[in-house]
């Protein structure tokens, strides 16, 4: 009987093998029952048949899924060998193995050595065979005493050929081997999408290993969990209706004996509305993003090969050395040459707008000194990389270092830097005895910058391709001193003229694909920062229509209270989370990485439109009526399109640079070859090296190009007269008409179908210098709120600009509010002034309130709550931040906006321009030295008038109420409410006046109590609610006869 049963088994996988070893057939799944009486036992026998192809094997051939193609197989012995008890299972197995459950957890095969973590009864292990063709795969128990053969198991070896083992052939696994490679080489062709657009094929092959750690997306959006910002939603809508139900109420129930206060207090309150409303919806969707440093270093930095990543060209501008200090310039500009990024990949340029000797002579000791800072930096991975910062910091600096040398490196690296200070403020303190005959470079001539508003142009290339290198021998980014050619009677546009230079100095020098821009007060306090905005930029899927990242601005030097809102913490934290999710944040104008195509002027790139499918089950007429249709409508839209190239300038780059060349050189050429030229030359100025880069989209500079010619052309490119009748400031570039060039910019670019990208690293990316004390607090104020007065009112305000482009409506929203922001100062001044009078005269706003009128006023102020706690519970910010951020806004809001605003229709009507001025920067002075400092300002005082009059409105109206006994307490409690919600929002500014550290300018209490003194004497001189009919006589009833 068992010779039998052997003999039949022998047959059965002869067959077996014949079926397995036909090319052309698949592995499909057959049970046989064999009743065999061995013991009165019957055993399962699962054999693993081909059949034959089925239509389209053909067209489907190189394309065989390997990986899957014996997964059936797998899963059907899996399941029968872990329902099984050993080689010899007792019972029937024939029926019940095709409702067996499968479980995938279990591994069947166990590599070199059992998994610790898997119980040893698990294991699948290969058992030899009983003959030389049976070969069967089993569980082996940890004690199997039903076994009537007792053979050690082997783990399978990987190295062997899976075919010793009776899995497979060696065929099979040179299938598998040549599919691997395969796949490697596949990975390896990666390119950059979002810059070359050479690969597009391979992204989307499906052949392409997708789950690769380096094929994964290079970030991914984080929206805000739907249990805080759905409330927040709904109660945003709530608040809409209130404010309904609010000024139906206002609105119809006038107070007749005050008429005049009821009406400008609705006034008000209605712009209040309108401007909440354009600032709370951009605020609808807000998301967060989170980076794959990781993923980008495994796609764009293979092992062996050349950094991949994109070149980068930073920027840093300043203006006045004095106020600018430039040991503080330095320390940017070493944080930027110690980034962690391939030094070949980096450029610093240094736009000195004030043509300063200090300021060049400071970057020569700074380039020397980068010698040793960059290396050290590398070497133990330090953070910040700016000395400064880092020196300062009260930590444990053993903490994570092991390098047994860092504490002797770091204690000379610190004396070193030290040594560079003194250098640093020799320089600074020499600059302040400006010589007659002006200043002389060491050679003995006179500095080309003596004069500030006439010079001519300078460059200086101090680091990078001169052969200049640290202390270790390797090689150091470049740095580029540069200052624009400066003459009378030319208009140069302040910052932005500087960065436009910027641009194309850069564009002739390396010609970066991306460009970063910092104040020369914002060092990088993250050293990956650069590699964080490439994993957007650099993304392939979704980098192509970004224009720009922006990232939130943080300070070092702030006091801890925050009192003056220099953080502005709601903004960069509420405010630009929510345009993320529109269609990106607005450009602040400092810690933001720039696509340089989209400065240029071009257009984003069009959206793929996926090719239309139509349904078989609809009839036919009605198909052939849409198809005719559709073609009717193609044909419109492409006599369209031709009209709408022929009326515009070609967006994309269509012409080589030969071409360009030849139509520069070649004079005789037909007109019809050089009108491609002249349009370049009235975009870009007539300049072939920069025109040539502008079609370079993933950089660089035209090869064999002599660096003295480079040099010569960039001379050439920053002159005076270059801009002249050229699109730079109107569409190229950073744009012209407002001191704050950086809303406008970030406004052309999203207009033009471009979105940003807000980016928040775990470590801020950037830090820089605020304004410590009140007065340069509000200077700097006042120039954004001017900023915004002159957009308002040029030809690219967001109210009528740019319908019909790119721009979102919610976008549009977040621009209307950046730009109308300063006409809420009149009727803030107005608000503020209102409480006073009220207790001056005892009269107010609102009539006698009624129970529905008190609920409506609970109703409103409970929203606002609300509302305010739930942005902090998303946004991650500080109650007390959302204070600060509301008091400033109040402060700023009766001083320098109100000032913006009436400069800002000077210049417009009167055509009277304002003088920039530079914030001063923090300087090595005492910790919060000038924090309570004054210095003498007309912006402090309408503050301080509103102050000191409400605060006499207040005496007043508790000493009236005093002197008329109880019963007008009651009334007096609205108002005393009002003006102590003045005074509190302006509490700040009290505090400030009450320091320790220095007086309040007497010139400025005088202004301020004279004022307040006038209007005061003025109300009660000239009362308008006062009866001027005469006396009113009256019967008095008594019977005088």
């Given at each position: 009987m068992v010779s039998r049963l052997l003999l039949a088994m022998n047959v059965l996988f002869r067959f077996v093998d014949l079926a397995m070893n036909t090319k052309e057939e698949r592995v499909i799944k057959l049970v046989l029952n064999a009743k065999l009486g061995l013991n009165g036992s019957k055993v399962a026998i699962v054999v693993f048949f081909g059949s034959p192809r089925v239509d389209g094997d053909e067209d489907e051939e190189g394309f065989d899924d390997l990986d899957n193609e014996f997964d059936l197989a797998e899963s059907v012995l899996s399941a029968h060998l872990n329902n099984g008890r050993g080689p010899y299972a007792s019972g029937y197995a024939g029926s019940e193995v095709d409702g067996v459950t499968l479980k995938p957890e279990i591994p069947l095969l166990t590599y070199g050595q059992e998994d610790d973590g898997i119980s040893a009864d698990k294991h699948a292990l290969i058992v030899p065979p009983f003959m030389n063709r049976a070969k069967r795969v089993h569980p082996m128990p940890f004690s199997d005493t039903a076994s009537s053969v007792s053979l050690p198991p082997r783990p399978m070896d990987p190295k062997k050929d899976l075919a010793v083992y009776g899995y497979g052939t060696v065929a099979w696994k040179d299938r598998m081997e040549e599919w691997r490679k395969r796949q490697n080489d596949k990975l390896q062709m990666v390119k950059h999408q979002g810059d070359g657009g050479h690969n597009d094929g391979d992204v989307d092959d499906p052949d392409m290993p997708k789950m690769d750690e380096g094929r994964q997306p290079l970030s991914r959006k984080l929206p805000i969990s739907s249990s805080k910002i759905n409330p927040y939603r709904m109660v945003i809508l709530i608040r809409m209706a209130i404010l309904g139900l609010f000024f139906h109420y206002r609105?119809?129930?006038?107070?007749?004996?005050?008429?005049?206060?009821?009406?400008?207090?609705?006034?008000?309150?209605?712009?209040?509305?309108?401007?909440?409303?354009?600032?709370?919806?951009?605020?609808?969707?807000?998301?967060?993003?989170?980076?794959?440093?990781?993923?980008?270093?495994?796609?764009?930095?293979?092992?062996?090969?050349?950094?991949?990543?994109?070149?980068?060209?930073?920027?840093?501008?300043?203006?006045?050395?004095?106020?600018?200090?430039?040991?503080?310039?330095?320390?940017?500009?070493?944080?930027?040459?110690?980034?962690?990024?391939?030094?070949?990949?980096?450029?610093?340029?240094?736009?000195?707008?004030?043509?300063?000797?200090?300021?060049?002579?400071?970057?020569?000791?700074?380039?020397?000194?980068?010698?040793?800072?960059?290396?050290?930096?590398?070497?133990?991975?330090?953070?910040?990389?700016?000395?400064?910062?880092?020196?300062?910091?009260?930590?444990?600096?053993?903490?994570?270092?092991?390098?047994?040398?860092?504490?002797?490196?770091?204690?000379?690296?610190?004396?070193?830097?030290?040594?560079?200070?003194?250098?640093?403020?020799?320089?600074?303190?020499?600059?302040?005895?400006?010589?007659?005959?002006?200043?002389?470079?060491?050679?003995?001539?006179?500095?080309?910058?003596?004069?500030?508003?006439?010079?001519?142009?300078?460059?200086?290339?101090?680091?990078?391709?001169?052969?200049?290198?640290?202390?270790?021998?390797?090689?150091?980014?470049?740095?580029?001193?540069?200052?624009?050619?400066?003459?009378?009677?030319?208009?140069?546009?302040?910052?932005?003229?500087?960065?436009?230079?910027?641009?194309?100095?850069?564009?002739?020098?390396?010609?970066?694909?991306?460009?970063?821009?910092?104040?020369?007060?914002?060092?990088?306090?993250?050293?990956?920062?650069?590699?964080?905005?490439?994993?957007?930029?650099?993304?392939?899927?979704?980098?192509?229509?970004?224009?720009?990242?922006?990232?939130?601005?943080?300070?070092?030097?702030?006091?801890?209270?925050?009192?003056?809102?220099?953080?502005?913490?709601?903004?960069?934290?509420?405010?630009?989370?929510?345009?993320?999710?529109?269609?990106?944040?607005?450009?602040?104008?400092?810690?933001?990485?720039?696509?340089?195509?989209?400065?240029?002027?071009?257009?984003?790139?069009?959206?793929?439109?996926?090719?239309?499918?139509?349904?078989?089950?609809?009839?036919?007429?009605?198909?052939?009526?849409?198809?005719?249709?559709?073609?009717?409508?193609?044909?419109?839209?492409?006599?369209?399109?031709?009209?709408?190239?022929?009326?515009?300038?070609?967006?994309?780059?269509?012409?080589?640079?030969?071409?360009?060349?030849?139509?520069?050189?070649?004079?005789?050429?037909?007109?019809?070859?050089?009108?491609?030229?002249?349009?370049?030359?009235?975009?870009?100025?007539?300049?072939?090296?920069?025109?040539?880069?502008?079609?370079?989209?993933?950089?660089?500079?035209?090869?064999?190009?002599?660096?003295?010619?480079?040099?010569?052309?960039?001379?050439?490119?920053?002159?005076?007269?270059?801009?002249?009748?050229?699109?730079?400031?109107?569409?190229?570039?950073?744009?012209?008409?407002?001191?704050?060039?950086?809303?406008?910019?970030?406004?052309?670019?999203?207009?033009?179908?471009?979105?940003?990208?807000?980016?928040?690293?775990?470590?801020?990316?950037?830090?820089?210098?605020?304004?410590?004390?009140?007065?340069?607090?509000?200077?700097?104020?006042?120039?954004?709120?001017?900023?915004?007065?002159?957009?308002?009112?040029?030809?690219?305000?967001?109210?009528?600009?740019?319908?019909?482009?790119?721009?979102?409506?919610?976008?549009?929203?977040?621009?209307?509010?950046?730009?109308?922001?300063?006409?809420?100062?009149?009727?803030?001044?107005?608000?503020?002034?209102?409480?006073?009078?009220?207790?001056?005269?005892?009269?107010?706003?609102?009539?006698?309130?009624?129970?529905?009128?008190?609920?409506?006023?609970?109703?409103?102020?409970l929203s606002i709550a609300v509302t305010s706690i739930l942005e902090i519970q998303w946004g991650g910010v500080g109650i007390d931040d959302l204070w600060r951020n509301e008091q400033f806004w109040v402060i700023g809001g009766v001083s320098s906006h109100l000032f913006a605003l009436f400069q800002g229709l000077l210049k417009v009507i009167a055509g009277v321009n304002t003088n920039f001025t530079v914030t001063s920067k923090a300087g090595d002075d005492g910790e919060f030295s000038e924090l309570y400092m004054f210095k003498w300002t007309t912006l402090l005082i309408p503050p301080l008038t509103l102050l000191i009059i409400n605060i006499i409105g207040v005496i007043v109206g508790i000493s009236d109420a005093i002197s008329n006994g109880y019963e007008s307490w009651g009334p007096l409690f609205g108002r005393l409410f009002f003006a102590i919600w003045v005074i509190l929002h302006l509490y700040p500014f009290l505090k400030g006046m009450m320091g320790k550290q220095s007086g309040v300018p007497t010139i400025l209490i005088v202004w301020s109590i004279l004022l307040a003194s006038i209007f005061s004497l003025l109300w009660v001189r000239v009362n308008p609610f006062l009866d001027r009919g005469g006396i009113v006589l009256e019967v008095c009833g008594l019977d005088c006869d």
């Open positions: 609105i119809l129930h006038p107070v007749n004996d005050a008429y005049p206060l009821w009406l400008i207090s609705v006034i008000c309150e209605i712009w209040f509305a309108v401007s909440w409303i354009f600032d709370q919806f951009p605020k609808w969707s807000p998301i967060e993003r989170e980076t794959y440093l990781d993923r980008l270093s495994l796609r764009y930095e293979k092992e062996g090969k050349p950094s991949e990543l994109a070149p980068v060209d930073v920027f840093v501008s300043t203006v006045d050395p004095m106020k600018e200090p430039p040991l503080i310039t330095a320390n940017t500009v070493l944080s930027i040459l110690a980034v962690d990024y391939p030094v070949d990949k980096v450029a610093c340029y240094v736009s000195d707008d004030g043509a300063a000797m200090l300021t060049f002579e400071a970057l020569s000791e700074t380039s020397e000194f980068a010698r040793k800072w960059v290396p050290f930096c590398k070497k133990f991975n330090i953070e910040p990389r700016a000395p400064e910062w880092y020196f300062a910091e009260k930590v444990d600096y053993l903490k994570d270092k092991v390098h047994p040398s860092f504490v002797r490196e770091r204690r000379a690296m610190k004396r070193e830097y030290e040594d560079f200070k003194i250098r640093i403020n020799g320089l600074v303190t020499m600059a302040q005895k400006v010589p007659e005959d002006g200043w002389t470079m060491q050679d003995g001539t006179p500095w080309p910058g003596n004069d500030v508003r006439d010079h001519p142009g300078m460059i200086q290339v101090f680091l990078g391709n001169n052969g200049v290198h640290d202390i270790e021998g390797n090689e150091l980014p470049r740095l580029v001193y540069v200052s624009r050619e400066k003459r009378p009677g030319f208009d140069h546009h302040k910052k932005a003229g500087a960065m436009n230079a910027l641009i194309r100095v850069s564009a002739v020098i390396s010609n970066a694909p991306y460009m970063l821009n910092v104040d020369c007060d914002h060092y990088i306090n993250n050293s990956k920062a650069l590699r964080e905005s490439m994993c957007f930029l650099m993304d392939p899927t979704s980098g192509k229509k970004i224009c720009y990242v922006q990232f939130p601005q943080r300070f070092d030097g702030i006091d801890r209270h925050d009192r003056y809102s220099n953080r502005n913490i709601v903004f960069f934290d509420i405010n630009m989370k929510g345009l993320d999710g529109i269609q990106g944040p607005i450009y602040v104008g400092t810690g933001c990485v720039f696509r340089r195509q989209a400065l240029y002027g071009y257009d984003a790139p069009a959206k793929k439109k996926a090719p239309g499918k139509t349904c078989n089950c609809l009839p036919k007429w009605l198909l052939c009526c849409c198809s005719t249709r559709k073609k009717k409508a193609k044909g419109k839209s492409k006599e369209k399109s031709t009209k709408g190239k022929k009326s515009k300038d070609p967006p994309a780059q269509i012409h080589a640079l030969e071409n360009i060349e030849e139509g520069i050189e070649g004079i005789d050429s037909e007109k019809s070859s050089l009108m491609p030229q002249i349009k370049f030359e009235k975009k870009f100025g007539q300049s072939p090296v920069f025109i040539a880069s502008t079609l370079l989209e993933d950089g660089g500079v035209p090869p064999g190009a002599s660096s003295a010619s480079l040099l010569k052309e960039a001379i050439h490119v920053i002159s005076c007269g270059y801009e002249d009748k050229t699109e730079w400031g109107k569409e190229v570039g950073w744009i012209y008409g407002s001191v704050t060039e950086d809303i406008l910019t970030g406004f052309k670019m999203h207009c033009h179908g471009w979105r940003s990208v807000y980016c928040i690293p775990k470590r801020p990316a950037f830090k820089g210098s605020a304004p410590i004390n009140l007065s340069d607090r509000l200077h700097q104020v006042l120039r954004w709120a001017l900023g915004s007065v002159e957009i308002l009112f040029s030809r690219h305000c967001p109210i009528w600009y740019g319908y019909g482009c790119g721009l979102k409506p919610l976008e549009r929203f977040s621009y209307i509010n950046s730009v109308v922001y300063p006409l809420t100062s009149v009727p803030l001044v107005a608000y503020c002034t209102l409480p006073a009078v009220c207790l001056l005269t005892g009269k107010f706003i609102v009539p006698e309130i009624s129970n529905y009128a008190s609920i409506l006023f609970m109703l409103m102020f």
